[in-house]
């Protein structure tokens, strides 16, 4: 007979199933239908257990035509560490993120997360570690972004975008990252930096490419190495 008892989320497929917006495990519980014990019923987020380009291929297909955005060109030695996707089966997607990790001269090693989401998702937020006891459930970026000129440009599909820095000096492990926000296409745009001072990487002029139109090119990127905590 048919059940709405939850049930755990399908495996063998090299992802895991989660809350957007907290680390929970998520339960499916009918109708593709899944649900967080601390946020209810949520669209799941994917990542993949190990990184590598069967899972991103897997990845792409998941999320179709929404963004997944990566800086571009990769330096030497750099990887595709992470990728993750918000998404119900069968409803447009909410949200993607994917983290190339490497090695800088004055920062050591360094994880750069790119997050493309719809307003309200709360997964750049996750990412960002937004979180506070005084805001537990804060999903979008804050007033910060869009006040005064932009300090920071990024190229997205040859335009420029503004990105202003988000605040986590309230939030936990405020020293081990900076976040900046902006907007691209209609959707907020992360950038996740570890660490904090990695942020003067940006002084460069960045370009962030959307990696679901690259193509053969894609078997070319490189993936592995350890996935960042967030």
């Known amino acids: 007979m048919p059940t709405d008892e939850p049930r755990p989320p399908r495996s063998g497929d090299g992802v895991r199933v989660e809350c957007p917006r907290c680390p929970a495990p998520v339960a499916e519980v009918g109708d593709g239908r899944w649900s967080c014990p601390d946020h209810g019923i949520v669209v799941p987020l994917w990542r993949p257990v190990t990184s590598s380009y069967d899972e991103f291929a897997a990845h792409l297909l998941r999320v179709g035509p929404f963004p997944t955005f990566l800086p571009w060109p990769l330096g ?3 990887s595709v560490s992470d990728f993750a996707a918000v998404v119900a089966d069968g ?6 993120m994917a983290c190339v990790s490497g090695t800088s001269q004055l920062d050591g090693p360094v994880d750069v997360m790119v997050i493309s989401e719809e ?3 709360g997964f750049g937020a996750r990412v960002a570690g937004l979180a506070t006891p005084d805001d537990p459930e ?3 970026p804050g007033h910060e972004v869009g006040e005064g000129p932009a300090p920071v440009r990024v190229r997205v599909d040859q335009y420029p975008v503004g990105l202003w820095p988000v605040s986590v000096s309230t939030s936990p492990g405020e020293w081990d990252r900076s976040v900046l926000a902006g907007e691209a296409g209609g959707r907020w745009l992360w950038l996740v930096l570890r660490p904090a001072s990695a942020i003067l990487l940006l002084r460069d002029d960045w370009i962030l490419r959307d990696i679901s139109a690259t ?3 894609l078997v070319a990127l490189p993936f592995g190495g350890p ?3 967030w």
Not at 91 to 96: I, Q, V, Y
Request: glycine share 14%.
């Open 119 to 121: 307003p309200g998702t």
């Open 215 to 217: 193509g053969p090119q």
């Open 91 to 96: 409803e447009p997607p909410r949200a993607t």
């Open 227 to 229: 996935a960042p905590s």
């Open 76 to 78: 030497p030695g750099w």
């Open 138 to 140: 804060r999903i979008d």
